[in-house]
């Protein structure tokens, strides 16, 4: 599976955008069964999850930070992952990562349960 993230760039604070994350595979249907996830990171800190959701679509999880401001969603059909980010701040500044779990389960929250990687989008907020 190789996914390939797209959609940052700058933006004032207030802001909304939408990233996106478009997946490939030999087998032609890369998210069957797979969780979702954004993680992104920031200069100087570590990668942190931002959202995720499970392979059917029915659940999803965020961050306590973005909940409320950020949706995750998906479209099998495209094999595409979006993360819309809405009232950015200057603390959403950082490279977002889309990845994907694989055939296994965990939380979506974990970092361990990703085993495939985008190479991130930037976005920048500005004040």
Sequence with gaps: VQ???SGGGLVQAGDS???SCAASSA?????NGFAIGW???????DREFVAGISW????AYY??????RFVISKD???QALYLDLNRLNLDDTAIYFCAASGPRMGPLNSRALYIYWGQG????VSS
């Design 76 to 78: 099998n059909a495209k």
């Design 27 to 31: 087998s032609g249907d890369a998210f």
């Design 63 to 68: 961050r306590d930070t973005v909940r409320g």
């Design 3 to 5: 996914l390939q993230a």
């Design 17 to 19: 955008l939408r990233i």
């Design 56 to 59: 059917n679509g029915g659940t």
């Design 39 to 45: 993680f992104r990171q920031a200069p100087g800190k």
């Design 121 to 124: 989008t930037l976005v920048t």
